[in-house]
């Protein structure tokens, strides 16, 4: 099937991005619209800002930062005539990806930014972050082998409930699924339920749930390999 096959079977629909929004590789100097949709979007999906007054950043680092430098044909900036609002991004394979983040891009966050000390219980967002600088969680759901990629997306409030979402995601899970993946994964904050609805909606199924309240994550997953994608809207209609 090609990509275009796929991309319309997946999103039960053909995915051409509506205007005024235009969806696009990433180019030299969007790390700082896309760090700000991460910022925007870092409170459970909800806005951020407030949280990470002291280093805006710290949240684009690690959830954007790596993807555009490390997997960059893998990523699409969604932008209006306001700027960026939104992209989703991608690692073909996770494990290699965390390797080459633990030995290129890890070290320089440690030497920039000093772990937090004193009681955990009294850290800020950006120390809870910095934290996780100098203490990486590298998960993988298992089976690994089945769920090999692993996708994020963010969109700003302006862009959200118009389809972007699912169009975006059926052009990602296009691209890994035209390079052989066999499935993606994610993980969502379990406070964030309205994004887990969007997964569910799309076909995502659950995979492991690790922590639980505030701290917990779920983890999805989306096979790629089967002759039907399991997030056609008919399927996914059964999920939800
Ligand atoms: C979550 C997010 C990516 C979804 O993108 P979106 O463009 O708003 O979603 P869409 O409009 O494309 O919705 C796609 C489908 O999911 C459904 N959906 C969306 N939110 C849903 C929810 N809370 N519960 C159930 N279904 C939902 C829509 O109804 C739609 O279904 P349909 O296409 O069958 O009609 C986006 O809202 C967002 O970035 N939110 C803030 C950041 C965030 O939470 N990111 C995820 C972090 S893990």
Known sequence: MD???FRTRIGG???????PFRLRPPQAGDTAGAYAVCLKTGNFGQDGEPFYRDDPDALGRVFVGPYLAYEADLARILEDDRGICGYVLAAMDSRAFYARYE???RPELCRQFPAPSGDPKAWSRVQQIHHVYHHPDYFCPEPYDLYPSHVHIDLLPRAQGRGLGRMMMAEVLGL??????LGAHLGVSLPNVSAQGFYRRLGFQPLIQVGEGMEGCLYLGHRLDGPTP???RTASSQVT
């Open 103 to 105: 030995a290129e891009w």
């Open 230 to 232: 399991a997030s056609s």
């Open 176 to 181: 890994l699924r035209q390079r052989g993946s």
């Open 13 to 19: 629909m053909t995915p051409s991005i509506p205007p």
């Open 3 to 5: 990509l275009h096959s």
